[in-house]
């Protein structure tokens, strides 16, 4: 595989939830200046309305991540008014989960109770959706998860923002180029962060840990996402099981590329 499993921070379970949520925050903003939220209902959109879903379960949810905005721009559409989005993660956010469950009237709650996404089985029935989570996975984990939601004969969808192209000598020789650019965009997003918080200001502006974090677990990610060939090598001897996987390129509306994407559903 073309694929390395290189670390990030946020992996770790003794990684701060505070500082977990605050770089989780940029990434929000990051997802909004690229559009995210566009493609990703696009590509949802195909699948509900392939297999008569009313339920989205997002797996790795963090913070939130792209998912909110995502509903938004999906009850645009008349028919999926009543749509719902239940949010999960294997180290849930339970700041999080109470500020979303407390209002019930957007069809958006967060399961306080761990999730563990390799045993579709024991997840809740709806798409299931990895949004920037995936590359997360070692191969042995991916291949799990892939393989449990056919076996369950559950729906899913997994999406990346970035690709993994670029030749692994030439994100090594401009990695400290790279991570300055980050560490500086981290002080122009800071302000576009909803909530902003004081810890969000301290420790970007004066102790700037969150530039330090953000920087090397965005680059990390690079060179951990799976490949065309990668996923490939992923699916292999799946889709036996009466069950339909496609993956590619994410596009925009007007055709501009935007990350990558995995589909698998039943096909009856």
Same mark, same amino acid.
């Given at each position: 595989?073309?694929?390395?499993?290189? !670390?990030?921070?946020?992996?770790?379970?003794?990684?701060?939830?505070?500082?977990?949520?605050?770089?989780?925050?940029?990434?929000?903003?990051?997802?909004?200046?690229?559009?995210?939220?566009?493609?990703?209902?696009?590509?949802?959109?195909?699948?509900?309305?392939?297999?008569?879903? +009313?339920?989205?379960?997002?797996?790795?949810?963090?913070? +939130?991540?792209?998912?909110?905005?995502?509903?938004?721009?999906?009850?645009?559409?008349?028919?999926?008014?009543?749509?719902?989005?239940?949010?999960?993660?294997?180290?849930?956010?339970?700041?999080?989960?109470?500020? !979303?469950?407390?209002?019930?009237?957007?069809?958006?709650?967060?399961?306080?109770?761990?999730?563990?996404?390799?045993?579709?089985?024991?997840?809740?029935?709806?798409?299931?959706? !990895?949004?920037? +989570?995936?590359?997360?996975?070692?191969?042995?984990?991916?291949?799990?998860?892939?393989? #449990?939601?056919?076996?369950?004969?559950? *729906?899913?969808?997994?999406?990346?923002?970035?690709?993994?192209?670029?030749?692994?000598?030439?994100?090594?020789?401009?990695?400290?180029?790279?991570?300055?650019?980050?560490?500086?965009?981290?002080?122009?997003?800071?302000? !576009?962060?909803?909530?902003?918080?004081?810890?969000?200001?301290?420790?970007?502006?004066?102790?700037?840990?969150? *530039?330090?974090?953000?920087?090397?677990?965005?680059?990390? #990610?690079?060179?951990?996402?799976? #490949?065309?060939?990668?996923?490939?090598?992923?699916?292999?001897?799946?889709?036996?099981?009466?069950?339909?996987?496609?993956?590619? *390129?994410?596009?925009?509306?007007?055709?501009?590329?935007?990350?990558?994407?995995?589909?698998?559903?039943?096909?009856?």
């Amino acid at each position: 595989m073309k694929r390395i499993q290189l !670390f990030e921070f946020e992996d770790y379970p003794w990684f701060p939830a505070w500082l977990r949520t605050c770089m989780t925050n940029l990434i929000m903003v990051l997802h909004r200046m690229m559009g995210v939220s566009e493609v990703l209902a696009y590509l949802i959109y195909r699948v509900i309305k392939e297999k008569n879903l +009313s339920k989205i379960v997002d797996l790795g949810s963090g913070s +939130s991540g792209a998912m909110p905005d995502t509903m938004e721009a999906l009850r645009e559409l008349d028919s999926l008014r009543h749509l719902e989005l239940l949010m999960t993660d294997l180290y849930p956010n339970k700041e999080i989960a109470r500020r !979303f469950n407390e209002n019930t009237a957007d069809n958006i709650n967060y399961l306080e109770t761990p999730v563990d996404a390799t045993d579709m089985g024991s997840v809740p029935e709806g798409l299931k959706t !990895f949004v920037n +989570s995936f590359h997360h996975m070692p191969p042995e984990k991916a291949r799990k998860i892939l393989e #449990s939601a056919e076996e369950n004969q559950q *729906p899913i969808l997994i999406y990346e923002m970035a690709d993994n192209k670029i030749p692994l000598l030439i994100w090594i020789i401009f990695l400290p180029i790279s991570l300055v650019i980050l560490m500086v965009m981290t002080w122009f997003m800071t302000p !576009f962060v909803k909530p902003l918080t004081w810890k969000q200001l301290v420790f970007t502006y004066l102790i700037p840990i969150i *530039p330090i974090c953000y920087a090397w677990d965005g680059q990390a #990610s690079l060179p951990r996402m799976y #490949s065309a060939k990668d996923v490939d090598e992923l699916l292999e001897g799946l889709g036996k099981n009466n069950f339909y996987w496609e993956h590619g *390129p994410a596009k925009k509306v007007n055709g501009k590329k935007l990350g990558t994407y995995i589909v698998g559903y039943p096909k009856s």
